[in-house]
């Protein structure tokens, strides 16, 4: 679906629109400070508890392992504490890591269909009388951008899995999971104008690959964010209104800039 072109005006769909613009836009719009406002605090909540079940979870299952101190009476029991701790260390860190990533997966995914309205509502605001109308807040709708943002997470779970691999190639591999996870980030703003329209999550896909220069524009700030040890959450929480209302505009703009035939 392609709506009819919207009037001109300056920086709107013939321009790459800077992420400074994009805020400008949010902050001149109450309906959307209101959303964003709302999903940001409903997202670190959702996180936060996703942690705390997760973790909480992990702990009583390793209790007997990890809970109690090795003695250290002898050489061997120093050497054996040793170890303990190291595994112990290790466990906490790569586990709270785990758990941060799937808790905000799992709040993006419930929160997807809010996400949604709000890039559906930059959108119209940005458009104005050249807005196709959509189906609207349903209960139809809300289950359908439920389960795109779970497909979206689920492709987020490969991602990591792929990136942990490649992360052992020295500087190809690093390099590479920048590139992915700049994509990746795309892939999970752009899918609520393009839900919206129904894509299909290969349409999805190659849309990133037909507009790979916007799609590396929209994912490099979100992909590097991402990267922040522990603080990445609270960071992507805080920033995923703004980002998304930025990934929507830009997204609008290509595809007004789009031949028909590629609509």
């Not at 999970?188 to 916007?214: T, V």
């Not at 490099?220 to 505009?249: K, W």
Request: aromatic content about 16%; charged content about 15%; overall charge positive.
């Amino acid at each position: 679906m392609k709506p009819s072109a919207p009037h001109e005006r300056p920086g709107s769909s013939n321009d790459w629109i800077p992420l400074v613009k994009s805020f400008s836009f949010l902050l001149s719009k109450p309906r959307l400070l209101t959303w964003s406002a709302g999903l940001t605090v409903s997202t670190i909540l959702l996180t936060w508890m996703g942690f705390s079940l997760s973790t909480g979870l992990l702990d009583s299952l390793t209790t007997t392992f990890l809970g109690e101190a090795p003695v250290r009476e002898s050489w061997l029991d120093w050497l054996t504490y040793s170890g303990w701790f190291i595994v112990k260390a290790l466990f906490l860190i790569v586990s709270r890591v785990i758990s941060f990533f799937i808790a905000f997966l799992v709040a993006y995914s419930l929160c997807s269909p809010f996400y949604a309205i709000l890039s559906s509502a930059a959108e119209k605001l940005f458009l104005g009388n050249a807005f196709v109308d959509d189906e609207g807040f349903t209960l139809k709708t809300m289950l359908i951008d439920l389960w795109e943002g779970l497909k979206i997470a689920s492709c987020g779970i490969l991602v990591t899995i792929f990136a942990l691999f490649l992360g052992f190639i020295p500087i190809f591999g690093q390099l590479s999971v920048i590139f992915l996870y700049t994509l990746y980030s795309t892939l999970m703003f752009i899918d609520y104008p393009a839900s919206r329209r129904r894509w299909s999550l290969g349409a999805k896909l190659s849309w990133l690959r037909s507009h790979l220069r916007a799609s590396i524009r929209i994912g490099v700030l979100p992909a590097f964010v991402g990267m922040i040890p522990f603080f990445n959450i609270f960071f992507m929480a805080l920033l995923f209104p703004l980002l998304t209302v930025h990934a929507t505009l830009n997204f609008v703009a290509v595809e007004h800039r789009a031949p028909p035939d590629q609509a």
